[in-house]
C-alpha cells in the first residue's frame, strides 16, 4: 500500500516537470532593441586636417543599413560628383569614396542626418557627421538663425540655408546658376538653423524650400528668403529667413486654338496689363471679346465670324513686352451657350449667387430673369456682371431656412454670338443665423498701420476677410461655418487691399504678415470676443 502511495507521488512530479518543460520551451521574444549602432572609429579619425586621400571608413559595433541617404545626406561645401557611400545593403563599415576634386584649405563636413540605421530595428545614429580640412586648421565659425513663412504660421520642413562667398566674383545671380559655398538644413527643428565650420568672410544668406533639391533658387517651383544685406563672418547676430514664394516673371505659354472661334493664351506672371491684337486680315464686320479664365493664369480670345485660314497671327503687348505669336486654328465648331452656377448648395446671408456661361455674355434682360422662394413669392434682387471674369452675380435679402430658385427664362442672357439661353433654373437654400458662428476681433497698434485681417483655416485657406479702415480697431466676421480658424493680419503697407510677396533680385521683403497666437474655435450661434494687440 506504502509503495503503491510512492508509485502515485511519482508520476504526479514526473508530470509537473514536463508541465514546467513546456512553459520553458515557449520564448516569449524579450524586450525589444532601441539600442542605436555604436561608432568605434574613424579613418582618418573625424575632424582631421591636412586631408589628402579620398576615402573614408567608418567602423560601427553592428550591422548597419543606410535608409533614406539621398534625402537626409548633406555635404557642405557640395561636391560637383556625388560621393560614392555604402554599405548597399548591410555591413558594419561604412565607407565613403570621394569622386571630386576637393579645394585646398578648405573644411568640409559630410552630414548623414538619421540615414544610419542599425539592420535589424532600423535604429538611428542621429546626425553623423564627418568633418575634415584640406588645410591646416578646421574652420570653426558658424551662423545661427531662425525660419518663418511668409504666409503659414508654421514653417516648411526641410529648409535648406545657404552661403554664398561675397568675393570679386559675386553677383545676384549667382543663387540661380551656381552652387552655395556653405549649406545645412533644417533637419532637428523647422524652426530653426545652424551652418557649422565656416570660414571668416563675408556672405550673402540664403534659405530654400529647394524643391529639386539642386542647390539652386527656381522661381517656379522654390520658396525663398534671405538677409536683404551681405553678413559678416564671425557676428553675434541671430538672423531670420523668411520664406515665400515669389510671383514669376512674365512669360506667354504657347497659345492654342480651342475650336474655330476660341484660342486659349496663357500666361506666367503678373498678366494684368496684357493686350491681345490680331494682325492677320479680318473681315470688316469682325468684332472680339476676352474674358480671364476663372482658375488659372489664361485669357479667351473670342472672335466672330469665322476666318477661314489655317493660322492667324496675334500681337500680345503687356508692360511694354511685345511678343508676335502664331496660332495654328482647329476647324471643330464653337461652344453653344450654357449657364451653370459657381456654387451650389446653401448660400451664406452675405453670399451673392453667381452664374457664369460657356460663351462670353453680352446683354442681361432682367425682365427674363425670376427669383422666388419656396412659397413661390418673387423676391427683389440687384445685379452686377464683371465682364472680364464673365460671371454674373445676384444680390438679394435671404431670410433664414428658405429656398430659392433661380430661373432664367429664354432671352434672359444674350451672349457674344448672338444665341441666347434656354431655360434653365437654379436652387439654392439658406441655412438659420443659429447655423453661424460669430467673431469680434479686437486689434490694438502700437502704431497706426493699414491692415488686412483674415479668417483661414488650419491649412491656411482662406475664408473671410476684411480690409481696414482708417483707425478701425473692431473686426466682425459675421456667418462663419463652425470650425477651427486662425485669424491673419496682413501688414498692407502699400495699401493695395492685398498681400505683395517679396523679389529676391529687386531685395524686396514681403509685407509682413502676424497671427493671433490661439487658434480659434468658432462655433454654431456663439459670438467669441478676442483681443490682439501689434507691438
Given at each position: 500500500m506504502?509503495?503503491?502511495?510512492?508509485y502515485?507521488i511519482?508520476?504526479v512530479?514526473?508530470?509537473?516537470s514536463?508541465?514546467?518543460?513546456?512553459?520553458?520551451?515557449?520564448?516569449?521574444?524579450?524586450?525589444r532593441?532601441?539600442?542605436?549602432?555604436?561608432?568605434?572609429r574613424?579613418?582618418?579619425?573625424?575632424?582631421?586636417?591636412?586631408?589628402?586621400?579620398?576615402?573614408?571608413t567608418?567602423?560601427f559595433d553592428?550591422?548597419?543599413?543606410?535608409k533614406?541617404?539621398q534625402?537626409?545626406?548633406i555635404?557642405?561645401?557640395?561636391?560637383?560628383?556625388?560621393?560614392?557611400?555604402?554599405p548597399?545593403s548591410?555591413?558594419?563599415?561604412?565607407k565613403?569614396?570621394?569622386?571630386?576634386?576637393?579645394?585646398?584649405?578648405t573644411?568640409?563636413s559630410i552630414?548623414?542626418?538619421?540615414s544610419i540605421?542599425?539592420?535589424?530595428?532600423e535604429?538611428?545614429?542621429?546626425?553623423?557627421?564627418?568633418?575634415f580640412?584640406?588645410?591646416?586648421?578646421?574652420?570653426?565659425?558658424k551662423?545661427q538663425?531662425?525660419?518663418t513663412?511668409?504666409?503659414k504660421?508654421?514653417?516648411?520642413?526641410?529648409?535648406?540655408?545657404m552661403?554664398?562667398?561675397?568675393d570679386?566674383n559675386?553677383?545676384?545671380s549667382?543663387?540661380?546658376?551656381?552652387?552655395?559655398?556653405y549649406?545645412?538644413?533644417?533637419?532637428r527643428?523647422?524652426?530653426?538653423?545652424?551652418?557649422?565650420n565656416?570660414?571668416?568672410?563675408t556672405?550673402?544668406?540664403v534659405?530654400?524650400?529647394?524643391?529639386?533639391?539642386?542647390y539652386?533658387f527656381e522661381?517656379?517651383?522654390?520658396k525663398?528668403g534671405?538677409v536683404?544685406?551681405f553678413?559678416?563672418?564671425?557676428?553675434?547676430?541671430?538672423?531670420?529667413?523668411?520664406l515665400?514664394?515669389?510671383?514669376?516673371?512674365?512669360?506667354?505659354?504657347r497659345?492654342s486654338?480651342l475650336n474655330?472661334?476660341k484660342?486659349?493664351?496663357g500666361?506666367?506672371?503678373?498678366?494684368?496689363s496684357?493686350?491681345?491684337?490680331?494682325?492677320?486680315?479680318?473681315?470688316?464686320?469682325f468684332?472680339?471679346?476676352i474674358?480671364k479664365?476663372?482658375?488659372?493664369?489664361s485669357l479667351?480670345y473670342?472672335?466672330?465670324?469665322?476666318?477661314?485660314?489655317?493660322?492667324?497671327?496675334?500681337?500680345?503687348?503687356?508692360?511694354?513686352?511685345?511678343?508676335?505669336?502664331?496660332v495654328?486654328m482647329?476647324?471643330?465648331?464653337r461652344?453653344?451657350?450654357?449657364?451653370s452656377?459657381l456654387?451650389t448648395?446653401?448660400?451664406?446671408?452675405d453670399?451673392r449667387?453667381?452664374?457664369?456661361g460657356?460663351?462670353?455674355?453680352k446683354?442681361?434682360?432682367?425682365?427674363?430673369?425670376?427669383?422666388v422662394?419656396?412659397?413661390t413669392?418673387?423676391?427683389?434682387?440687384?445685379f452686377?456682371?464683371d465682364?472680364?471674369?464673365?460671371?454674373?452675380?445676384?444680390?438679394?435679402?435671404?431670410?433664414e431656412?428658405?429656398?430659392?430658385?433661380?430661373?432664367f427664362?429664354?432671352?434672359a442672357?444674350?451672349?457674344?454670338f448672338?444665341?441666347?439661353?434656354d431655360?434653365?433654373?437654379f436652387?439654392?437654400n439658406?441655412?438659420?443665423?443659429?447655423?453661424?458662428?460669430?467673431?469680434?476681433?479686437?486689434?490694438?497698434?502700437?502704431?497706426?498701420?493699414?491692415v488686412?485681417?483674415?479668417?483661414?483655416?488650419e491649412?491656411?485657406?482662406l475664408?473671410?476677410?476684411?480690409?481696414?479702415?482708417?483707425?478701425?480697431?473692431t473686426?466682425?466676421?459675421e456667418?462663419?461655418?463652425?470650425?477651427?480658424?486662425?485669424?491673419?493680419?496682413?501688414i498692407?503697407e502699400?495699401?493695395?487691399?492685398?498681400?505683395?510677396?517679396?523679389?529676391?533680385l529687386?531685395?524686396?521683403q514681403p509685407e509682413e504678415?502676424?497671427?493671433?497666437?490661439?487658434?480659434l474655435d468658432?462655433?454654431?450661434?456663439?459670438?467669441?470676443?478676442?483681443?490682439?494687440r501689434?507691438?
Amino acid at each position: 500500500m506504502k509503495g503503491k502511495f510512492l508509485y502515485i507521488i511519482f508520476l504526479v512530479l514526473l508530470s509537473l516537470s514536463f508541465v514546467d518543460c513546456a512553459k520553458r520551451g515557449n520564448p516569449d521574444g524579450g524586450a525589444r532593441d532601441t539600442i542605436p549602432p555604436v561608432l568605434l572609429r574613424t579613418v582618418p579619425e573625424n575632424y582631421s586636417t591636412n586631408f589628402k586621400g579620398n576615402e573614408i571608413t567608418v567602423y560601427f559595433d553592428e550591422y548597419i543599413k543606410l535608409k533614406d541617404l539621398q534625402q537626409q545626406l548633406i555635404i557642405s561645401p557640395p561636391l560637383e560628383n556625388q560621393p560614392t557611400i555604402t554599405p548597399f545593403s548591410t555591413s558594419k563599415v561604412l565607407k565613403i569614396v570621394i569622386n571630386d576634386t576637393l579645394k585646398d584649405n578648405t573644411t568640409y563636413s559630410i552630414n548623414f542626418g538619421n540615414s544610419i540605421v542599425d539592420n535589424n530595428e532600423e535604429n538611428p545614429f542621429e546626425f553623423f557627421k564627418y568633418v575634415f580640412s584640406t588645410g591646416s586648421y578646421i574652420d570653426s565659425l558658424k551662423v545661427q538663425g531662425t525660419i518663418t513663412d511668409a504666409l503659414k504660421i508654421n514653417p516648411e520642413e526641410k529648409v535648406t540655408v545657404m552661403l554664398y562667398e561675397v568675393d570679386e566674383n559675386y553677383t545676384d545671380s549667382v543663387v540661380y546658376i551656381k552652387k552655395p559655398l556653405y549649406i545645412a538644413t533644417t533637419q532637428r527643428d523647422p524652426e530653426k538653423f545652424e551652418i557649422e565650420n565656416i570660414k571668416e568672410g563675408t556672405y550673402l544668406l540664403v534659405g530654400l524650400k529647394d524643391n529639386n533639391a539642386n542647390y539652386t533658387f527656381e522661381p517656379k517651383t522654390d520658396k525663398i528668403g534671405f538677409v536683404s544685406h551681405f553678413i559678416d563672418v564671425p557676428a553675434d547676430t541671430s538672423y531670420r529667413l523668411n520664406l515665400f514664394k515669389e510671383i514669376p516673371e512674365y512669360k506667354l505659354a504657347r497659345p492654342s486654338s480651342l475650336n474655330s472661334q476660341k484660342i486659349q493664351f496663357g500666361y506666367e506672371g503678373v498678366g494684368d496689363s496684357l493686350k491681345i491684337k490680331l494682325l492677320s486680315n479680318q473681315p470688316d464686320d469682325f468684332e472680339f471679346s476676352i474674358t480671364k479664365d476663372l482658375k488659372s493664369d489664361s485669357l479667351y480670345y473670342w472672335f466672330q465670324p469665322k476666318i477661314d485660314s489655317d493660322s492667324l497671327q496675334f500681337q500680345l503687348t503687356n508692360r511694354g513686352q511685345i511678343d508676335t505669336l502664331m496660332v495654328r486654328m482647329q476647324k471643330t465648331e464653337r461652344d453653344s451657350l450654357t449657364l451653370s452656377a459657381l456654387k451650389t448648395g446653401a448660400l451664406a446671408f452675405d453670399e451673392r449667387f453667381q452664374v457664369t456661361g460657356t460663351t462670353p455674355l453680352k446683354s442681361i434682360d432682367t425682365n427674363y430673369i425670376e427669383i422666388v422662394d419656396k412659397d413661390t413669392l418673387s423676391i427683389q434682387f440687384d445685379f452686377d456682371f464683371d465682364q472680364k471674369r464673365n460671371v454674373l452675380s445676384f444680390d438679394f435679402e435671404k431670410a433664414e431656412r428658405q429656398l430659392y430658385t433661380i430661373t432664367f427664362f429664354p432671352e434672359a442672357i444674350t451672349d457674344f454670338f448672338g444665341d441666347v439661353n434656354d431655360t434653365i433654373s437654379f436652387k439654392t437654400n439658406t441655412r438659420t443665423t443659429a447655423d453661424y458662428g460669430f467673431l469680434a476681433f479686437n486689434l490694438e497698434s502700437a502704431k497706426s498701420l493699414p491692415v488686412i485681417v483674415q479668417l483661414v483655416t488650419e491649412n491656411g485657406e482662406l475664408r473671410k476677410e476684411i480690409l481696414g479702415m482708417e483707425k478701425q480697431t473692431t473686426f466682425n466676421f459675421e456667418n462663419i461655418i463652425p470650425g477651427n480658424y486662425y485669424v491673419r493680419i496682413v501688414i498692407d503697407e502699400n495699401q493695395n487691399g492685398k498681400w505683395d510677396t517679396g523679389n529676391f533680385l529687386k531685395r524686396e521683403q514681403p509685407e509682413e504678415v502676424t497671427y493671433f497666437p490661439k487658434l480659434l474655435d468658432i462655433r454654431a450661434n456663439w459670438t467669441l470676443n478676442e483681443t490682439f494687440r501689434i507691438e
